[in-house]
Nanobody, 129 residues
Framework: QVRLVESGGGSVQAGGSLRLSCAASGKTYSRYCVGWFRQAPGKEREGVAAIDTGGGSTYYVDSVKGRFTLSQDKAKKTLYLQMNSLEPEDTAMYYC??????????????????????WGQGTQVTVSS
């Protein structure tokens, strides 16, 4: 069982930055597909970014490309999502999730919510205009 704990959310003004963290513990393996997802009130959960923790390939939804960046600290089993130039449309609950590494072979699967098995509790991001 993999346990994921997110942190780093908060409230910022438009144009500001936040860095989210996702710490993994439990029965972890060396390679997963780990993604960040978000869900705004009244909307479906959507994939934002994902990384193959072994190969390092990253994927981003078009709306965050150039603004959000994934990175990882393998020794700490922690994934980071650096979010810059935040917009009010980025306001949502952000979740970290993990699944088998093969899901990261294609962008369509890497950002597909239904393929992910392990989920964190989420961290709220609020961006005011």
């Amino acid at each position: 069982q993999v346990r994921l704990v997110e942190s780093g959310g908060g409230s910022v003004q438009a144009g500001g930055s936040l860095r989210l963290s996702c710490a993994a513990s439990g029965k972890t393996y060396s390679r997963y597909c780990v993604g960040w997802f978000r869900q705004a009130p009244g909307k479906e959960r959507e994939g934002v970014a994902a990384i193959d923790t072994g190969g390092g390939s990253t994927y981003y939804v078009d709306s965050v490309k150039g603004r959000f960046t994934l990175s990882q600290d393998k020794a700490k089993k922690t994934l980071y999502l650096q979010m810059n130039s935040l917009e009010p449309e980025d306001t949502a609950m952000y979740y970290c999730a993990a699944t088998f590494a093969g899901a990261c072979n294609l962008v369509l699967s890497a950002l597909r919510t239904s393929l992910y098995n392990y989920w964190g509790q989420g961290t709220q991001v609020t961006v005011s205009s």
